[in-house]
């Protein structure tokens, strides 16, 4: 990964959303590529959500988190591509990949917790 940008809009919100808001977060990461790695993970699922939360702040300053931007120039063994995301705590998401060695790109939009479409752009 080459480029990495997060870009945080806070505001006095707090609530189950902001949770939402990290865990898309902790997604933008999937461009690492973690095949080098031999560790043993013996954590479970909310141990290993509750790390990377705790990693990102305290809640008293992750409740004011409002909106999430991140962008990153991935690799993959296909070629490379970006991935741009944005998040709102009123639900609203945004997930974007461009690809280097496809005509297409992938756009997907969730509004709420159970309204959302994608679409792929020619």
Same mark, same amino acid.
């Given at each position: %990964?080459? %480029?990495?940008?997060? !870009?945080?809009?806070?505001?006095?919100?707090?609530? +189950?959303?902001?949770?939402?808001?990290? #865990?898309?977060?902790?997604?933008?990461? $999937?461009?690492?590529?973690?095949?080098? @790695? =031999? =560790?043993?993970?013996?954590?479970?699922?909310?141990?290993?959500?509750? /790390?990377?939360?705790?990693?990102?702040?305290?809640?008293?300053? @992750?409740?004011?988190?409002?909106?999430?931007? $991140? %962008? /990153?120039?991935?690799?993959?063994?296909?070629? &490379? *591509?970006?991935? =741009?995301?944005?998040? /709102?705590?009123?639900? *609203?998401? #945004? #997930?974007? +990949? !461009?690809?280097?060695? &496809?005509?297409? $790109? #992938? =756009? /997907?939009?969730?509004? &709420? &917790?159970?309204?959302? *479409?994608?679409?792929?752009? +020619?």
């Amino acid at each position: %990964m080459s %480029m990495s940008k997060l !870009v945080l809009h806070s505001s006095e919100r707090s609530g +189950q959303s902001n949770n939402f808001i990290l #865990f898309i977060l902790i997604l933008c990461c $999937s461009c690492v590529n973690p095949t080098n @790695r =031999e =560790e043993v993970n013996d954590k479970s699922a909310e141990d290993i959500v509750e /790390a990377s939360l705790n990693a990102v702040g305290n809640k008293a300053n @992750r409740d004011k988190i409002a909106n999430l931007v $991140s %962008m /990153a120039d991935c690799i993959s063994p296909d070629g &490379k *591509y970006t991935t =741009e995301i944005h998040t /709102a705590v009123e639900g *609203y998401s #945004f #997930f974007k +990949q !461009v690809y280097s060695y &496809k005509p297409a $790109s #992938f =756009e /997907a939009v969730i509004k &709420k &917790k159970t309204k959302g *479409y994608s679409f792929s752009i +020619q």
